[in-house]
T-cell receptor
C-alpha cells in the first residue's frame, strides 16, 4: 500500500515564527501536493511539485513556500506564521497525468497563536 | 478556473437507506471526477471515480453518475452502513495538465 507520512502530527506555533511541515512518500510518485483543509472551503491546493527540485504555486500560495529536495520529500514552509494559517494541512502524492488516485498523509494540525 | 460546488454540507440517512451527494462543476473541459472519503480524525482516501467517456460507474454499493450537459455528478451510496459515516469530497480535473479542484465536502451521518 502506498505510503505518505507527515510530521509533525500536531504543531503549535507563535505568530511571526517559522514553521516547517514535512512530508515523505515511498510511492515513487513524481507529483506531490500540499493542501489545507478548512470548514466550508474543503481542500485547497497551496503548492505542488513535479519532481525533485520543482515547486509550483497552487491556488492559495501566499504566505507559504515549498521545497522538494528529493523524490521522496516535500516540505511546506511558513516563514512568518499568522493566525489565519491555523488549519489542517495534508500532503499527497500521485501520478495525476494518468488520472491515478492521490494518496494522502494523515494530516498536520497547525495552530498559530 | 474550475470551480466545484458540493450542494449538501451535511446529510443524515437511516441505516439501510440510500444516500446521494451532488456536485456541480463549471469547466466544460473537465474530464475526470474522483471521490474521496475522510473518516473522523483520519486522512482522505480514494473511493471511486468516473471519466467523461461514461455516464455511470458502479463499485459494490457505490454508484457515480455523470451528467455532462448539466455539468453535474453525484455519488450514490446504497444500503448505507454505519461505517459509511464520513466526509465525502468530490473533485474535478479539467485536463491532464490541471490539478484537481475539490468541493467543500459533505458530512454524511448514517443513523441506526
Amino acid at each position: 500500500e502506498a505510503a505518505v507520512t507527515q510530521s509533525p502530527r500536531n504543531k503549535v506555533a507563535v505568530t511571526g515564527g517559522k514553521v516547517t511541515l514535512s512530508c515523505n512518500q515511498t510511492n515513487n510518485h513524481n507529483n506531490m501536493y500540499w493542501y489545507r483543509q478548512d470548514t466550508g472551503h474543503g481542500l485547497r491546493l497551496i503548492h505542488y511539485s513535479y519532481g525533485a527540485g520543482s515547486t509550483e504555486k497552487g491556488d492559495i500560495p501566499d504566505g507559504y513556500k515549498a521545497s522538494r529536495p528529493s523524490q521522496e520529500n516535500f516540505s511546506l514552509i511558513l516563514e512568518l506564521a499568522t493566525p489565519s494559517q491555523t488549519s489542517v494541512y495534508f500532503c499527497a502524492s500521485g501520478r495525476e497525468e494518468t488520472n491515478e488516485r492521490l494518496f494522502f498523509g494523515h494530516g498536520t494540525k497547525l495552530s498559530v497563536l | 478556473g474550475e470551480k466545484v460546488e458540493q450542494h449538501e454540507s451535511t446529510l443524515s440517512v437511516r441505516e439501510g437507506d440510500s444516500a446521494v451527494i451532488n456536485c456541480t462543476y463549471t469547466d466544460t473541459a473537465s474530464s475526470y471526477f474522483p471521490w474521496y472519503k475522510q473518516e473522523a480524525g483520519k486522512s482522505l482516501h480514494f473511493v471511486i471515480d468516473i471519466r467523461s467517456n461514461v455516464d455511470r460507474k458502479q463499485s459494490q454499493r457505490l454508484i457515480v453518475l455523470l451528467d455532462k450537459k448539466a455539468k453535474r455528478f453525484s455519488l450514490h451510496i446504497t444500503a448505507t452502513q454505519p461505517e459509511d459515516s464520513a466526509i465525502y469530497f468530490c473533485a474535478a480535473r479539467p485536463s491532464s495538465f490541471s490539478k484537481l479542484v475539490f468541493g467543500q465536502g459533505t458530512s454524511l451521518s448514517v443513523v441506526p
